[in-house]
């Protein structure tokens, strides 16, 4: 049976393509969507790609990856900077979890600078641009294969 990796998105995300360009780029999420599907497909891996803006809603997702996925890739968006709840059901996953930014928040404002979520992240990707999901699920599979 093939490994199923969550990649999930937090607020404002919805919005890339239109969001901040110079930041965070011209794709789309849906876009960003079918970049991952088609990377985890080649990596032998099955991918849940969600979004939501309510931190509730990703709290429910990370509750079923405890035991239904083999790792998540996280981008809690503004989240990562506020959010205890996130740390704390993080720390219920047991399988690899790799915290991923768009930009790298170390170059911005000083409030970015502190992340609630790498306390319980494997590993931390940073401004990469959208690039930075395909290296994330590369090192998933690479984590995933490894054990
Ligand atoms: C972000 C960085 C966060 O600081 C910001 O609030 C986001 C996106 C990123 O992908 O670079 O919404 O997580």
Known sequence: MSKQ???LNGPNL???GTREP???GHTTL???KAMCESRAKSRGLEIFFEQSN???QI???IHQAIDGADGI???PAAFTHTSVAILDALNNVKSPIIELHISNPHKRESFRHVSYVTAAATGLIAGLG???YVVAIDAMADMLAAK
Do not use: R, T
């Open 54 to 56: 309510s931190e509730a």
């Open 73 to 75: 890739i996280i981008n």
């Open 22 to 24: 110079d930041i965070y």
């Open 59 to 61: 709290l429910d997702w």
């Open 130 to 132: 959208v690039n930075g």
């Open 14 to 16: 919805n919005l890339l």
């Open 30 to 32: 849906a876009e960003l």
């Open 5 to 7: 990796i969550f990649v």
